[in-house]
């Protein structure tokens, strides 16, 4: 069953009279159910677009998108509140942490929002902290941890839920290949052993290979798609670097 | 180069601006309106009688300099805090610290001069806005008076440029001191938290000095009326104010850490948000939060005190004349008054003032009554032998009577209850200060016989007792029949006049009725007496204008600054918040929380920002109250007019607060849903 359809989905910015970006420029898409798929493309292809819509913090100029059956583009603000509080899980590239709030209570932040009893709370922090290997920075400030600590938090935050689907945007971007392998780990076990399913933007392809599946963005559209199937993850990794080449050119030097 | 890229940031952040220049503006705006009352005729005239009137003036524009010159102050910071960004990047790209002072300094240089231009016209306004509104509360007749002159526009330009120098100096040290690191992240440093062992400790202290603060302050009024009661007066007014901004210090932290401790607190709700903002809030402003509270306690205090000296002023005048005029009427069938008091002279002048006001201001309503006694022999007044006897060094003349039908059309000229007696009764009205005495008479002390008939005191009172009713200081009021074997001593006519009495009408009047002067013999020898023969209200309140007026005055004057400058630096504060808790809010919209449930927030946060610093404050006006009440207890209308005056000190207080509160709450909104 999939959980999330994306039909001739397209957004535009920009308003009449200005030069206008095609951000996403038509793309249909399905994911199914548990499935854990990686979005690539050059810097400025339209990622954090797609996940901005899908994620319904933004709205779509054309096109309809379900999730979980649902058509968020029709949906209001108040019922996309709850249906972002109750289904969906995200990780931003900026991160979204509180700067008032311990590290702690960041990651707590979903679970008050989704009013759990207080009594599980602190236990469901340290749980998810040790996973991803903060525990030792809860009581800080944000101000006060480096950039992929920070980054830890936001997943931390995001996953505590065990949201239906999780949309990450370049989660492990700011991690050492320790830290991101730790994340990528927890992200692979949440997928694997509690059926999340989860849509994952990055710019690695050491991250991507973690993944079943992974899409390639180019100006706005899906230019390539390749599955893993049952080949190791090596290999896996390799076909990704292929397919980055044929688009032209390192993925970092586009920024 | 710099200037115009500058500018084009001060354009971008014109809000931030605006709200710079609306603060300014008014501050400038309270100092010169204050001037120009301070220097005004009326005020000016009466301090050529009071010397300490000049010294109080002075040191009233003292406060309201520093206090205005403190809020510039924190604009200024406020408005380097957020451009505190774009400083540290000019400074990354190279530009020297000193071209970056300039540009500052112009910018405000500018903004400054187009404030004090604005000032000098919304001042002007304030000034009568102001006036009008003090006059009103003190009944004074007040005509708008525009009269454009040229010291307090001087004086205010001097106190101008002697803020604006200071607090240009100060932030040029701002800075000097900075480096690029704090620049770019002013913003981040939110929390300097203070040790648990120092925030309990000052918690603790900053009670215990409190407390003993109001001890103190207790104590100086139960002293009130030796010299020494400065020392303890100074001294708890110094312990209250450290208590203040101790506890404001430490509080935030120590709910937050009561919050933190509980879990079933804590992860309820949008509690931890909350306190985590409010204790950020704390702990980067929070000396000055305290100042805030200090103001606003201050403002309480000085309201509640004006409110009492006010009540004071109007029940010395209402004892003596609660009506628009009294006229005697100069009719006697006693005789003791010399008969030339009679004269056919001074019934016409009555009659010429009576058409004369009639014609002028309009008689909305009068009473001509008599007073009566019983016989000219004074061994027949019962009360005033009694009372001579329990007060050897008075010696009362005779019992008035009044008919009771007289009496109750005079209460209720007044809007006052009427009363009601049985055949056998009658009703003791007397002067405060006969109380003590009266009360060592025992009941059956008071019978009266009048026609043969014994009347028991029905009740006796001192509460509301108008001394222009005769001329003495206790009345008897009986069932009308009793009278009719009396004589009159006196006739007199209450008068409510339909339009309100100025002084040039005041003027007039005397000039027509003029004075009294009647020779009476005591003795064989004879005595030249004037005689009250028309007693004005508005003339008695203009008399009255003295000291205590003066005094409730300036104490209104500095608790409307007062609380105009904590309301502005709230409002700043909090809208400048906005722009940070917009994001904050952004974050919690995009987890899932309802638009209403945030808007829920904010209330609570903006209501939390106001209310935590007035909580102290109220808490110190209440307990207060009843120890000022030692010294208002004897010149108070009624026992319990304390309790009115902190009532009404805390509804205006609250009422120009809320209207804050208010304008704040809707410009937040605003902002977040921008
Ligand atoms: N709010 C906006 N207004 C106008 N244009 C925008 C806006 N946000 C993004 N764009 C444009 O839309 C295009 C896609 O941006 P998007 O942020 O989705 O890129 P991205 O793939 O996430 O890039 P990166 O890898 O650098 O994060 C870009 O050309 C960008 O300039
Ligand atoms: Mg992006």
């Known amino acids: 069953m999939e959980i999330l359809k994306i039909e001739d989905l397209k957004k535009y910015y920009g308003k009449k009279s200005s030069i206008i970006t095609k951000a996403i420029n038509g793309i249909s898409l399905e994911v199914q159910n548990q499935e854990f798929v990686a979005i690539m493309g050059a810097s400025g292809s339209g990622k954090t677009t797609l996940l901005n819509c899908l994620s319904t913090i933004d709205t779509v100029t054309s096109g309809h998108i379900y999730i979980d059956g649902q058509d968020i583009t029709e949906l209001e603000n108040d019922e996309l509140s709850d249906f972002r509080r109750e289904k969906l899980g995200f990780i931003f590239q900026d991160f979204n942490l509180l700067d008032t709030l311990t590290i702690e209570e960041n990651i707590a932040l979903s679970l008050i929002i989704n009013k759990t009893d207080p009594k599980f709370v602190n236990n469901a922090v340290k749980d998810i902290a040790g996973r991803l290997d903060i525990a030792n920075i809860l009581k800080k400030f944000p101000y006060e941890v480096s950039g992929g600590q920070k980054q830890r938090c936001a997943c931390a935050r995001a996953l505590i839920n065990h949201p239906k689907l999780i949309l990450a945007d370049e989660p492990t971007g700011a991690l050492d290949s320790r830290s991101a392998r730790l994340l990528l780990e927890t992200m692979w076990e949440m997928n694997e052993n509690l059926n999340a399913t989860i849509l994952m933007v990055t710019h690695d392809a050491f991250s991507a290979s973690f993944c079943k599946r992974v899409l390639f963005l180019k100006d706005g559209k899906i230019f390539n798609e390749i599955q893993k199937g049952d080949s190791p993850r090596k290999e896996f990794f390799e076909e990704i670097l292929d397919v980055l080449t044929l688009m032209g050119g390192d993925l970092n030097d586009v920024k | ?674």
């Open chain 2, 1 to 674: 180069m710099l200037s115009k890229l500058s500018l084009r940031n001060v354009k971008r952040s014109l809000k931030d601006y605006l709200i710079y220049m609306v603060t300014i503006t008014l501050s400038f705006s309270l100092i010169f309106s204050f001037n120009l009352i301070a220097f005004s005729r009326d005020l000016t005239e009466l301090s050529e009688h009071m010397e300490n009137f000049k010294y109080a003036i002075l040191f009233v524009s003292m406060i309201v300099i520093f206090v205005v010159g403190w809020l510039i102050n924190y604009t200024m910071h406020f408005m380097f805090e957020k451009r505190s960004k774009e400083f540290g990047t000019y400074m990354l790209l190279g530009i020297k610290k000193k071209e970056i002072n300039k540009l500052f300094l112009l910018e405000n240089i500018f903004l400054g001069s187009i404030a004090v231009v604005l000032s000098f016209f919304i001042g002007t306004l304030f000034s009568i806005l102001l006036s009008a509104i003090i006059m009103n509360i003190f009944e004074m007749p007040y005509q708008i008076a525009l009269s454009i002159h040229i010291t307090p526009i001087l004086v205010s330009l001097t106190y101008f440029l002697f803020i604006y120098i200071f607090v240009l100096l100060r932030s040029k040290r701002r800075i000097k001191k900075m480096n690029i690191y704090d620049l770019l992240y002013l913003e981040k440093q939110n929390e300097q938290k203070m040790s648990k062992k120092t925030r309990s400790w000052t918690f603790i202290l900053a009670s215990s000095l409190g407390g003993l603060g109001l001890l103190l302050f207790d104590y100086a009024f139960k002293i009130v009326e030796e010299p020494t009661m400065m020392i303890p007066f100074f001294l708890s007014i110094l312990l209250l104010g450290i208590s203040i901004y101790g506890l404001t210090l430490s509080i935030g932290e120590f709910l937050l850490n009561y919050c933190l401790k509980h879990e079933k607190i804590k992860y309820k709700k949008d509690n931890l948000f909350i306190t985590r903002n409010f204790s950020a809030k704390v702990g980067t402003m929070g000396i000055t939060l305290g100042t805030l509270a200090l103001l606003s306690t201050l403002t309480l205090l000085c309201l509640n005190v004006s409110a009492s000296f006010k009540d004071a002023f109007e029940n010395q005048v209402n004892t003596r004349i609660p009506y628009d005029i009294v006229m005697n009427k100069i009719y006697s069938e006693t005789g003791a008054l010399h008969p030339n008091i009679q004269n056919k002279d001074y019934q016409k002048k009555y009659q010429e003032s009576h058409e004369y006001i009639e014609k002028r201001v309009g008689i909305k309503e009068e009473l001509i009554y008599n007073i009566y006694v019983k016989s000219v022999n004074i061994d027949d007044a019962v009360i005033a032998k009694k009372l001579s006897s329990v007060n050897g060094k008075l010696t009362f003349q005779n019992d008035l009577f009044i008919k009771l039908s007289d009496y109750n059309k005079l209460q209720k000229m007044l809007n006052r209850s009427e009363i009601t007696l049985n055949e056998n009764e009658y009703f003791l009205h007397y002067y405060k200060e006969l109380r003590n005495w009266f009360e060592q008479l025992k009941k059956e002390d008071l019978n009266v016989e009048i026609n043969g008939k014994t009347l028991h005191c029905k009740e006796m009172t001192d509460k509301n007792y108008v001394s222009s009713w005769n001329s003495s200081y206790y009345l008897l009021v009986v069932p009308d029949e009793y009278v009719n074997n009396m004589l009159i001593e006196n006739a007199i006519n209450a008068i409510n006049t339909e339009k309100e009495i100025t002084t040039s009408v005041v003027e007039e009047l005397k000039n027509k009725v003029g004075n009294l002067e009647i020779t009476s013999s005591i003795n064989g020898e004879d005595y030249t007496i004037a005689i009250d023969t028309m007693i004005i209200r508005a003339e008695v309140l203009a008399q009255n204008r003295s000291a205590i007026t003066i005094f409730s005055f300036s104490l209104t004057y500095l608790a409307l600054v007062f609380i105009a400058v904590v309301g502005t630096i709230l409002s700043i504060q909090t809208l400048s918040d906005a722009t940070k808790y917009k994001y904050r809010y952004d974050i919690l919209k995009k987890l899932g929380v309802r638009e209403k449930e945030i808007d829920k927030t904010i209330l609570k946060q903006v209501t939390m920002n106001f209310i935590f610093p007035i909580v102290y404050p109220l808490l110190i006006a209440v307990i207060t109250t009843f120890s000022l009440n030692r010294l208002f207890f004897n010149i108070s209308s009624e026992e319990h007019t304390y309790l009115y005056s902190l009532g009404n000190s805390i509804f205006l207080f609250l009422l120009i607060y809320g209207i804050y509160f208010l304008a704040t709450y809707i410009g937040f909104k605003k902002n977040k849903s921008e």
